[in-house]
């Protein structure tokens, strides 16, 4: 079902490959295991690879589903079928993974992450579950075909900031945490006191003294909200704001 951008859907099995497969399952992943730079599709007892056009060539000795990452780091994507590990042979194409590290450890998921070569613009989300019920490794995995070289590398947490990274190294693993790009220029330019300001929803969790005061002020530094938590754990959620205990670190 081809995406018309506008909340359609267009119909464009026939002719796609997919209209003489058979198989059924419950069971589909998305992933390029092939490192062409386009994402083929794992399910119904067979692996269904992407020829680039909206066709795809279904083999059906591939392994079935089950968790992936790449298990040997030779930059291909491998798969835990049942009990047994099936390794990627590779090709002569390029892949790269890309590891996000957020402040916390939860901020990884839901990354979004873009990739621009020559290829043009790969996406990928970073998801805890994979299909209907597997979970793979944690990484986003990008195929590059012939490509030797990426443009640059945008990572947009669920924070709300996002990082660039420009021309990285490729046929490897980048470890990106949050705020090492360009986000690291913005932030260390406003000097704001402790903690740092985070743009979107903001969650933080200490242990205050009891019946200590807090007040919560937003990035212009107008006080938004004062007052005791009343509680020895608590828990705050603001868009765009900060908060300093009062009287205390």
Known sequence: MSNDGDGTFTDVTAGSGMDMFTGQSIEWTAHDFNNDGYVDVLGGGALHYNNGDMTFSSDNTAPGNGPIGDLNNDGFLDIMAGSNARMNQGTTSI????VPTGCRATERHWSRIEVVSALGTQIRD???GDGFAYMSTMFAHFGLGDDTAVEEVRIKWPSELEDVITSPAINGTLTVTEGMGTAVAEMAAQELRFPQPRFGPHH????PPLNS???VFDVTGKRVLEGTPGHWRSEWWFPGAWCVPVGGS
């Open 213 to 215: 005061m807090v007040e």
């Open 204 to 207: 933080r969790t200490w242990v």
């Open 95 to 98: 892949g790269s993974k890309i």
């Open 126 to 128: 970073v998801k805890s």
